[in-house]
């Protein structure tokens, strides 16, 4: 299978990395279906009728319902009056075929279709779904119509290289990956117009090929599996297990009384039948052998008190491995439901290799809110990609020194900041496994390598894998 996989990863690598906005051969052999589906790629029917017509440039319809449209909602701002970004579509020539203005019209079309023009803050301007259609189905015909005639010309076709924002959304829609897939690539600069995804910015060297080639295989990796599923490495942390085996010394704290607020802003555990508290320190988290991934336990009365911007910082040793999601659980609710507050959650994983060496970072790529209540909390999770993430160099290291250990914070991210009875995360369970599937072979795989007949010849199920990839 592994030749058939350097042959899925081309297809993904070369299509979708490197987009030819204006049409390419190696596309002539997708799928009729998705070319259809797509207004770009489409093409004029006496284009596809034969080979030897010769497409003419539809000024008419420009002048019959695209112009008084530009006009309307355009001009304003790329006008006599105004040329923001240097931009005159009052002037542009509306013949591609053979007018000068072609690429002009390409970052017309690709503003437009992405909806970034007009500005959503331009609401005199904001243009209606039935009129943008009509302006992007007709350029993309004529830009269709204007490539052919530069084909058949044999002059230099444009085309770009994918954005980075682009190129994730391609590979995650593609590969059913819901999470950033090209962090790797830069940013991309932006024209004086305020455009992401000029042509002219967007030329693509060797080096950024191979770039985009790496980022492909290595998604290609992730959506797809091999041999059998990994073992993972399970930490479940219960309050009601923590506070049944705290030690003696564990302090106890007031949660009445002259001394209630003193712990007010600091992490403890709480069991709300008995009004029973006590400081957590939780130490270092143990893998338990054989524990599954994914259980809903009953809600405990014992829970984890988390003020606004507290965290609970978890030693997790070295044990997580060095690849695939890390999938974390956790069951929480809101102390109160004042809803001038809010509190949200965020993940962070550090190392403190040294005196002179240590790191933490954010890995959650967004704060998610608690909005479940305290007396029925719910549970959120939080998948991060291993691979994507900074880890402790030393974690395999079979000495002590320097440390090898790494440590998972949960912070309550919140505006509450004041008062007696200010909003706080209350926890009960915590789950942390890794590497974590759903199912095995995951989705993302069996999508692309799905059950037929012709599994066992290898030609015969790569073209029926290519064709529906495709």
């Excluded at 041999?227 to 009445?256: C, F, N, W």
Aim: net charge positive; hydrophobic share 35%; aromatic share 8%.
């Amino acid at each position: 299978m592994k030749p058939f996989k350097v042959t899925l990863l081309l297809a993904l690598g070369i299509v979708s990395a490197v987009a030819v906005a204006d049409g390419r051969e190696s596309l002539e052999a997708a799928k009729e279906q998705g070319r259809n589906k797509s207004r770009y790629l489409k093409e004029t029917k006496a284009a596809a009728d034969t080979s030897d017509a010769i497409p003419k440039a539809n000024v008419a319809d420009f002048q019959k319902s695209v112009a008084s449209i530009l006009t309307k909602n355009c001009v304003a701002c790329h006008g006599p009056k105004k040329a923001k970004g240097r931009l005159r579509i009052d002037q542009l020539n509306p013949d591609l075929l053979t007018g000068p203005d072609v690429e002009k019209w390409r970052e017309v079309y690709n503003a437009l279709s992405k909806s970034e023009m007009p500005p959503a803050d331009e609401s005199d301007y904001a243009i209606s779904d039935t009129h943008r259609a009509i302006v992007v189905d007709w350029l993309s015909l004529e830009l269709n119509k204007a490539s052919l005639v530069r084909r058949s010309n044999k002059e230099h076709s444009s085309f770009r290289r994918l954005t980075k924002y682009e190129y994730d959304y391609a590979l995650q829609d593609l590969l059913g990956l819901p999470y950033p897939l090209a962090n790797k690539l830069p940013p991309e600069s932006t024209t004086v117009d305020g455009f992401k995804n000029s042509s002219e910015l967007l030329q693509i060297s060797a080096m950024q090929f191979e770039t985009y080639r790496e980022i492909a295989l290595k998604a290609l990796k992730r959506a797809t599996v091999s041999g059998p599923r990994p073992q993972p490495v399970t930490y479940i942390i219960s309050m009601q297990h923590e506070m049944d085996h705290a030690g003696k010394k564990t302090k106890s704290l007031e949660t009445s009384g002259s001394n209630k607020g003193k712990y007010k802003n600091q992490h403890h555990l709480l069991n709300r039948e008995t009004g029973t508290a006590i400081q957590f320190s939780p130490g270092t988290a143990k893998p338990q052998a054989g524990a599954a991934a994914g259980p809903t336990p009953p809600v405990s009365p014992v829970v984890l008190v988390l003020p606004g911007e507290s965290e609970l910082k978890l030693n997790l040793e070295r044990f997580l491995p060095d690849d695939g999601i890390m999938r974390v659980r956790i069951r929480a609710g809101r102390s109160s439901t004042n809803p001038d507050e809010y509190a949200s959650l965020r993940l962070m994983l550090s190392a403190h290799t040294s005196n002179d060496a240590n790191f933490t970072q954010v890995i959650s790529q967004r704060d998610i809110l608690v909005t479940a209540t305290g007396d029925k909390p719910e549970f959120i999770h939080f998948d991060i990609p291993l691979s994507d993430i900074q880890r402790n160099p030393f974690r395999k290291l079979t000495t002590t020194f320097p440390r090898r250990d790494e440590f998972l914070h949960i912070r309550n991210v919140s505006n509450a900041t004041g008062g007696e009875e200010r909003l706080k995360v209350l926890i009960d369970y915590i789950e942390i496994s890794a590497p974590f599937y759903e199912q095995w072979p995951p989705k993302t795989h069996t999508d692309i390598f799905f059950e037929s007949k012709s599994k066992s010849d290898e030609s015969i199920y790569g073209r029926e894998v290519l064709n529906r990839f495709l």
